[in-house]
């Protein structure tokens, strides 16, 4: 189940607000049921690239031993 203040993995890209599959966020809201999810995805330099609402098909949990990898935003 995925909660509040997780850290989950982007599962597409969405190009059109600049984020691409693989990127890392953090949920900051769950809605009902658990059928969507507010999350924010934030640069290593605190700047928040975007907030996305989306649902558990486009975003996983981060696993075990996976390593994060830095790329520039627009």
Known sequence: MISEH??????VGLPDIGLAAGDIGTVV???????????????????TVAVATLTSQQIRHVAPKEIAH?????
């Open 29 to 47: 809201h769950v809605y009902p049921d658990g059928r969507a999810f507010e999350v924010e995805f934030v640069a290593l330099d605190g700047e």
């Open 70 to 74: 830095a790329r520039s935003v627009a």
């Open 6 to 11: 997780d850290r989950v993995v982007l599962t």
